[in-house]
């Protein structure tokens, strides 16, 4: 079996599922029963000055017949006093001397950053992480993603916090920013030792339409909150993507956003990860999601070969790149297995009103499977995207893979479009129907 022991700037753990600071991670009972049933290690639920927090506090976004694809929560950090945690952290750590526990934390001043730091390493805390992530509440009082927005605040706070630290020190970060390789770089500068990603978006997710309140409703108003779940994988993956690429963030990257499963973890290690942590998954499913992580992560290592989680990390880097870089010689069209088809048609009206035109119906032969028309296709893989039967259309080369012409090939060559009417255009050429013919469709 390939060894799955992770190591994040010295914050070792069996495994490289933690949970993610959050309500799962709110007791030593629950950090308890999630190392029972596997996970490697857990970012305690924010500790700090305890808040009162509001009822409710969730709003969940359903799509179709999905629930919670995404949720929206305006919970503040633990609403525990610090005594009580810190007692079960101690306790935690005697049970669980090899798991990871991770203390997350959040106060003002820099005597508070001291005088925390200390108590939670002698709680015996083997790193602590730095939450200038939370959207709501928390940074309209000047902390949370109010610092994370900042980066000399940043900055600043990480060196209070490394003035006394020793373990390592991980810095938490918001994706309520347009750059975030910028507080990454800000994390590194101030002496951080390795960075997470991300914390919840800004969100609202839905409003009550009857009583005109959005959701979640607090005594009819509410409030902004922070977004996450399997809709903001996609943002959080680009944005790993973008630290581990940065040639100044220097530091291991614990990544978040909507991981449910082995093959989530996996797309966040290629990307850089060294580990992940999940949060909603647990919310919705429960700690025994990792009884299905775990095999499902060393399977995949035992079938590419991969050792140890270190030979897989940042695998596809190396394939992301500026779009100025893909060839534009490159080119696929789309392919119908008429076997496969169930005759929807959804890739029909796709094509029709959504892209290019490049797919007909075959009237009058007694079947509803649509045909390709080859020299009307760009490869666009719209119709391969909305077809329900897995494999149905697939995307078949073209050209010969012998020509490799990029956008900055052709600008550094002159034969780049550089005016509005230019006739080097890529659509030149390219059949479209006349605007009437729309009115004579059937
Ligand atoms: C209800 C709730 C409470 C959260 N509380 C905290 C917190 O106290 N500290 C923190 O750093 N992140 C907090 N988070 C953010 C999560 O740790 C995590 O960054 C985010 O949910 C994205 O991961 P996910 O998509 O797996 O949920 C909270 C998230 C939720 C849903
Ligand atoms: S979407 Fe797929 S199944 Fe439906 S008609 Fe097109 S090819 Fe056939
Ligand atoms: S790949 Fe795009 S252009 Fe080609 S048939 Fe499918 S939807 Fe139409």
Redesign the pocket.
Known sequence: MPDISSNLAGIKSPNPFWLASAPPTNSGYQVMKAFDAGWGGAVWKTLGVPVVNVSSRYGGVNYRDSRLIGLNNIELITDRPLKDNLHEIEEVKKYFPDHAVVASLMVESRAEWHQIVKDVENAGADGIELNFGCPHGMCERGMGSAVGQEPEVLKTIVGWVKEVSTVPVIVKLTPNISDITVPAQAADEGGGDAISLINTIQSLVGVDIDNFVPYPVVDGKSTHGGYCGPAVKPIALNMLKNCAQHTNVNLPISGIGGIENWRDAVEYILLGATNVQVCTAVMHFGFGIIREMIPGLENYMVEKGFDSLEDMRGKALGNVTNWENLNLKHKVIAD??EE?????????I?CEDGAHQA?GLTENNGT???HIIEDNCVGCNL?SI????ED??TMVRKDDGTEVVTWKDRQEEGSAPTTFNDDRAGGIGHWVPEPKDALNKK
């Open positions: 119908i297995d496969k088809c169930i005759g929807c048609q959804l890739c029909y796709a797919i509803r499977v649509p119709c909305v077809c329900p039967v149905c259309i």
